[in-house]
């Protein structure tokens, strides 16, 4: 997923980033999210890409340690009154069935998901079949992703069904009763 449009569409992506403020409890370095009441170990996050809230704008830093960023030219130490800013990652199910669509597929298949409402980031279940089958073997298989925008839900089943070109049926239905289907061959 390095093409600079994949790149370009994925930072683009509605709720991409988490944001929020991170603080020390009980010497423990916590992210807490906005509206949320638990905290996140900050030693467990991916902090590669972080911004701070800094001077009016934000700004790419590099979590040095115990609260300790650098910012542009800067050092700065976190307190409460700090915004953060963090990308938000994929699960792996998710983000290897995305690495395996051509550019063109991925785009579509993101056109119809956010078409729907949603972001390739609401992803919170995925199962990929894909991931336990022999790749030489052309046997049909279905894999399922849920995604959640906090107002409603989306299903996506995923058929992957070997034919002389191996052919991707997406099916999209959501907790409101929309409902659409795309089709993609590799």
Not at 11 to 36: K, P, V
Not at 144 to 165: A, K, L, R, W
Request: glycine share 4%; aromatic share 12%; with cysteine.
């Amino acid at each position: 997923m390095a093409s600079s449009l994949r790149k370009k569409l994925l930072h683009t992506q509605e709720r991409s980033c988490m944001t929020g403020t991170i603080c020390c409890f009980e010497g423990e370095w916590l992210f807490f999210e906005e509206d949320a009441d638990e905290g996140k170990l900050v030693d467990v996050m991916d902090l590669s890409e972080m911004h701070v809230f800094h001077d009016g704008k934000w700004t790419q830093a590099i979590w040095l340690s115990e609260g300790k960023i650098k910012a542009e030219t800067e050092e700065l130490y976190l307190t409460d009154s700090h915004m953060i800013r963090i990308r938000r990652r994929l699960p792996f199910a998710f983000e290897q069935l995305l690495r395996s669509l051509d550019d063109d597929s991925f785009i579509r298949f993101t056109g119809e998901l956010n078409q729907l409402g949603y972001s390739i980031y609401d992803c919170i279940y995925c199962y990929n079949h894909l991931l336990f089958t022999n790749k030489k073997l052309k046997t049909a298989c279905t894999s399922f992703y849920q995604f959640d925008n906090e107002d409603s839900i989306c299903g996506v089943q995923h058929h992957c069904m070997p034919t002389d070109e191996i052919l991707d049926r997406f099916e999209f239905t959501t907790s409101h009763g929309k409902r659409s289907i795309l089709m993609l061959k590799k």
